[in-house]
């Protein structure tokens, strides 16, 4: 039988509430749970407009109030029908039975006006549960009290550095400069192929990439404790929901035309697969790691990165995600990026390590950690891995919980991070190991993963 291809296209989304409505508007336990509690933000207006003061957004506590207010009328006003509704019906039986005709008559014309009246009154509460559920889920999680407010990566602060710079006799080149010299690296034929933002890997260079995946897969779950998964690439709504990239960012993501999303990053297809699950405390924590590609309109980042491999539609990643109990999460934090880390001590890369501001934190975080891995090509320390703490934003949003006591049931925690972005490690062993005759030395912990191999030309 011939297989049918749905083609892939970019979706712009202008209102959050085309995505939702069909997940508001399914069976009460389909439905997704509001991100924040519309009662803790009554109780907590000034906290909650200050944390998103902080990340420089203007306050929406009242906003949200009012359609909060404008719902529970709508409901009180459809239970007073129902209720009226129900004591007509029990009357217009005491009437029949009383041979009161004509109130009959009338109390049957009062019900059939009251079953009118009710199903609008339906269609009015989902559309207000519509406006207050899309509202709450275009709001980003809020910050952490430790985290630095600022408006940009400005004011990020350095939590550390690894490793110094090596001094080269030469003027370094950059990554595509290197690899295009060494007839490995094509953007032109991908160009060709895909259009900008994609590349062509050859050789030795495809195998380089194959093998840091490996590598890190490998020290992940031999030396850090992670379960290797192969998850889906392809998700449904409520997945990319879960993990807080819809509705808000959806132009950042690629569809394709019979509904599913390519995943931006394994985080959501392994953050989701606790979705909808009442976990068992000693489950937790639970740590995955997976390598898969990932997929980015990079919308927004015209002008940005445009040769090279830093900033792709296409690209692989071995991802880091962790469900834990809310007291863990810090802890566990510390140790997510302890492990990214590793990878680049293993590969003698030198990085520092940024606790992001509020400012430039991403929408699900309450605290981020960026490491920046040094490129010398370019002179400068570029974002090769993020480690996310998001406390129970994605859990909400998935209806995600664990059994804290007999009675006890709360909402895990989630963490993500990378561990590394694979494409991004290339270009740094790239520029690190670069050599004056255009070779690249192949670092010590990768040759066993390249056969051998202890430098790429010359």
Same mark, same amino acid.
């Given at each position: 039988?011939?297989?049918?291809?749905?083609?892939?296209?970019?979706?712009?989304?202008?209102?959050?509430?085309?995505?939702?409505?069909?997940?508001?508007?399914?069976?009460?336990?389909?439905?997704?749970?509001?991100?924040?509690?519309?009662?803790?933000?009554?109780?907590?207006?000034?906290?909650?407009?200050?944390?998103?003061?902080?990340?420089?957004?203007?306050?929406?506590?009242?906003?949200?109030?009012?359609?909060?207010?404008?719902?529970?009328?709508?409901?009180?006003?459809?239970?007073?029908?129902?209720?009226?509704?129900?004591?007509?019906?029990?009357?217009?039986?005491?009437?029949?039975?009383?041979?009161?005709?004509?109130?009959?008559?009338?109390?049957? &014309?009062?019900?059939?006006? !009251? +079953?009118?009246? $009710?199903?609008?009154? #339906?269609?009015?509460?989902?559309?207000?549960?519509? /406006? =207050?559920?899309?509202?709450?889920?275009?709001?980003?999680?809020?910050?952490?009290?430790?985290?630095?407010?600022?408006?940009?990566?400005?004011?990020?602060?350095?939590?550390?550095?690894?490793?110094?710079?090596?001094?080269?006799?030469?003027?370094?080149?950059?990554?595509?400069?290197?690899?295009?010299?060494?007839?490995?690296?094509?953007?032109?034929?991908?160009?060709?192929?895909?259009? &900008?933002?994609?590349?062509? !890997? +050859?050789?030795? $260079?495809?195998?380089? #990439?194959?093998?840091?995946?490996?590598?890190?897969? /490998? =020290?992940?779950?031999?030396?850090?404790?992670?379960?290797?998964?192969?998850?889906?690439?392809?998700?449904?709504?409520?997945?990319?929901?879960?993990?807080?990239?819809?509705?808000?960012?959806?132009?950042?993501?690629?569809?394709?035309?019979?509904?599913?999303?390519?995943?931006?990053?394994?985080?959501?297809?392994?953050?989701?697969?606790?979705?909808?699950?009442?976990?068992?405390?000693?489950?937790?924590?639970?740590?995955?790691?997976?390598?898969?590609?990932?997929?980015?309109?990079?919308?927004?980042?015209?002008?940005? /990165?445009?040769?090279?491999?830093?900033?792709?539609?296409?690209?692989?990643?071995?991802?880091?995600?962790?469900?834990?109990?809310?007291?863990?999460?810090?802890?566990?934090?510390?140790?997510?990026?302890?492990?990214?880390?590793?990878?680049?001590?293993?590969?003698?890369?030198?990085?520092?390590?940024?606790?992001?501001?509020?400012?430039?934190?991403?929408?699900?975080?309450?605290?981020?950690?960026?490491?920046?891995?040094?490129?010398?090509?370019?002179?400068?320390?570029?974002?090769?891995?993020?480690?996310?703490?998001?406390? /129970?934003?994605?859990?909400?949003?998935?209806?995600?919980?664990?059994?804290?006591?007999?009675?006890?049931?709360?909402?895990?925690?989630?963490?993500?991070?990378?561990?590394?972005?694979?494409?991004?490690?290339?270009?740094?062993?790239?520029?690190?190991?670069?050599?004056?005759?255009?070779?690249?030395?192949?670092?010590?912990?990768?040759?066993?993963?390249?056969?051998?191999?202890?430098?790429?030309?010359?």
């Amino acid at each position: 039988m011939a297989l049918r291809f749905h083609f892939l296209r970019h979706v712009p989304v202008a209102k959050p509430h085309a995505l939702l409505l069909n997940m508001l508007i399914a069976p009460d336990n389909k439905r997704p749970t509001p991100v924040f509690d519309i009662k803790w933000i009554r109780d907590n207006a000034d906290l909650f407009d200050k944390g998103l003061k902080s990340r420089g957004l203007d306050p929406q506590a009242c906003e949200l109030i009012a359609l909060d207010e404008k719902r529970r009328a709508i409901i009180t006003r459809v239970q007073e029908l129902q209720s009226r509704r129900n004591a007509a019906s029990k009357e217009i039986g005491k009437a029949m039975g009383a041979k009161d005709s004509a109130l009959a008559d009338t109390l049957k &014309a009062e019900v059939a006006a !009251l +079953k009118d009246g $009710l199903q609008a009154g #339906e269609e009015d509460e989902r559309k207000a549960t519509v /406006d =207050l559920n899309a509202a709450l889920s275009a709001i980003p999680n809020l910050p952490r009290d430790d985290v630095p407010v600022g408006a940009d990566e400005n004011a990020n602060v350095e939590v550390r550095k690894w490793g110094s710079p090596r001094k080269f006799d030469f003027a370094p080149r950059q990554h595509f400069e290197i690899g295009e010299a060494l007839g490995l690296m094509d953007f032109e034929t991908a160009a060709k192929i895909s259009g &900008a933002r994609f590349v062509v !890997l +050859k050789e030795a $260079l495809s195998k380089l #990439e194959r093998a840091i995946a490996s590598f890190m897969l /490998d =020290l992940h779950t031999t030396e850090n404790g992670y379960t290797e998964y192969l998850p889906p690439f392809l998700v449904r709504d409520d997945a990319v929901y879960g993990t807080g990239n819809l509705p808000k960012f959806a132009e950042d993501l690629f569809q394709t035309t019979n509904g599913f999303w390519l995943i931006p990053t394994a985080e959501v297809s392994l953050t989701n697969m606790v979705r909808d699950e009442v976990m068992s405390r000693d489950q937790l924590p639970m740590r995955c790691t997976a390598w898969t590609p990932c997929f980015r309109s990079e919308a927004g980042s015209a002008g940005r /990165d445009t040769r090279g491999m830093i900033r792709q539609h296409q690209f692989s990643k071995v991802e880091l995600v962790s469900i834990t109990t809310p007291e863990q999460s810090l802890e566990e934090h510390e140790r997510m990026t302890a492990s990214a880390e590793k990878v680049l001590q293993r590969l003698e890369i030198p990085y520092r390590t940024m606790l992001l501001c509020t400012g430039d934190m991403g929408f699900a975080s309450q605290k981020t950690y960026d490491i920046e891995a040094w490129l010398p090509g370019q002179d400068a320390y570029r974002e090769i891995s993020s480690c996310s703490v998001c406390g /129970d934003f994605q859990a909400r949003r998935m209806g995600a919980r664990y059994k804290a006591g007999d009675k006890d049931i709360r909402y895990v925690h989630t963490l993500n991070g990378s561990g590394l972005a694979v494409g991004r490690t290339l270009v740094a062993v790239l520029e690190n190991y670069q050599q004056a005759d255009g070779s690249v030395v192949i670092p010590e912990a990768l040759r066993p993963y390249m056969g051998g191999m202890e430098r790429i030309g010359g």
